[in-house]
């Protein structure tokens, strides 16, 4: 089997990255939890959907020792779920962002006299009032459930979510080609819902007990939801300047 160093030292660079940021854990997990989300979609994109999934299996393990976290101590079943959440969001950015843009044509960047455009900008505003309903949905119902206090997580919630969106639509709206790079932010955004639901159902609802402490329910509900999409929001941005040189085909 043919061995490519390339993809071998892309992989262990970006996991010693990873590593490395989980010192500051201690700082704070959304510091250290959107560099980790943001240096998984990075290696998706530029070494492929096995060496993300490989970081993302690692680097759960890692900050189990480094952090020492009691409650994954006490719990040992959360960190092979973490190791899950972290490959279910990699394969939603690799299946939007690689597999389906081959199948998707070249266009041409969009102005704002294109129809197309004020199509899927009315999309996007679309999708972002029903994300914003199923946000608060979501906020709400956690709130009930740990017994606290809805309006602050749902102005934080409403904040970052909207933020997300309003800088992504940019973004794209001054660089992009239509469809290219809109499916690489619904692959980002999708993987980031879809990673943060399967955490809140499996960790919170099945392996955490009623009587655990509540910010550890926030931990892996409402902060796994924000840091994969600030992750995603920085992911973006460095690799809009870097795809030419750092793409998954050049290695």
Do not use: H
Not at 61 to 88: D, K, R
Not at 114 to 132: E, G, K, M, P, Q
Not at 190 to 208: D, H
Not at 222 to 230: F, H, K, M, N
Request: proline content about 4%; glycine content about 4%; some cysteine.
């Amino acid at each position: 089997m043919k061995i490519n160093v390339k993809l071998l030292i892309r992989t262990a660079l970006l996991l010693s990255l990873c590593i490395a940021s989980q010192f500051l854990k201690n700082a704070s997990v959304y510091i250290t939890g959107s560099i980790v989300n943001t240096i998984l979609i990075i290696a998706t994109l530029s070494c492929g959907f096995w060496s993300a999934s490989a970081i993302s299996v690692i680097a759960p393990l890692t900050s189990w020792l480094i952090t020492g976290s009691p409650i994954m101590g006490s719990y040992p079943a959360i960190v092979p779920c973490v190791m899950v959440g972290n490959v279910i969001m990699v394969a939603f950015v690799w299946l939007f962002a690689k597999w389906l843009k081959k199948k998707m044509p070249e266009a041409q960047r969009l102005s704002f006299k294109d129809d197309r455009f004020r199509l899927v900008a009315l999309v996007v505003l679309v999708a972002c009032a029903l994300w914003s309903a199923l946000t608060i949905a979501f906020v709400s119902s956690l709130a009930s459930l740990l017994n606290v206090s809805a309006t602050p997580l749902l102005l934080v919630s409403l904040l970052m979510v909207a933020g997300v969106f309003l800088v992504f639509f940019c973004l794209w709206a001054l660089v992009s080609r239509f469809p290219q790079t809109w499916s690489l932010i619904a692959g980002m955004v999708l993987g980031s819902v879809v990673k943060a639901i399967f955490m809140w159902l499996v960790i919170v609802q099945i392996i955490l007990p009623e009587t655990a402490p509540e910010v550890a329910k926030m931990t892996f509900s409402v902060t796994q939801l924000l840091t994969a999409l600030i992750g995603s929001l920085l992911a973006f941005f460095v690799w809009l300047p870097i795809k030419k040189f750092a793409s998954e085909d050049q290695v």
